[in-house]
């Protein structure tokens, strides 16, 4: 698979996750947040390469992937 390929599919899921994905996580509310101070396209961006961050991290390290950060999980118990 080429980068271009690769890029073109991080934007996807991120566009997925921001639009039509109803379920919170910490990843949705922070890109909202730069949709709501800037504009959708740009976060959309934005949570597409921190996807791709996580994604090399859990490749690297070999964790799961957590739906939302501890902090929230402890406010949500």
């Keep these: 698979m080429s980068r271009r390929q690769q890029q073109s599919l991080t934007y996807e899921a991120a566009n997925v996750l921001l639009t039509r994905i109803a379920k919170w996580s910490a990843l ?4 909202m947040r730069i949709a709501k101070r ?16 996580i994604l ?9 992937f957590n739906w939302s950060s501890k902090k929230e999980a402890a406010h949500a118990a």
């Design 38 to 53: 800037s504009s959708l396209c740009k976060a959309k961006v934005a949570v597409a390469r921190k996807l791709a961050v």
């Design 56 to 64: 090399h991290r859990m490749w690297v390290d070999g964790t799961e």
């Design 28 to 31: 949705k509310s922070w890109g």
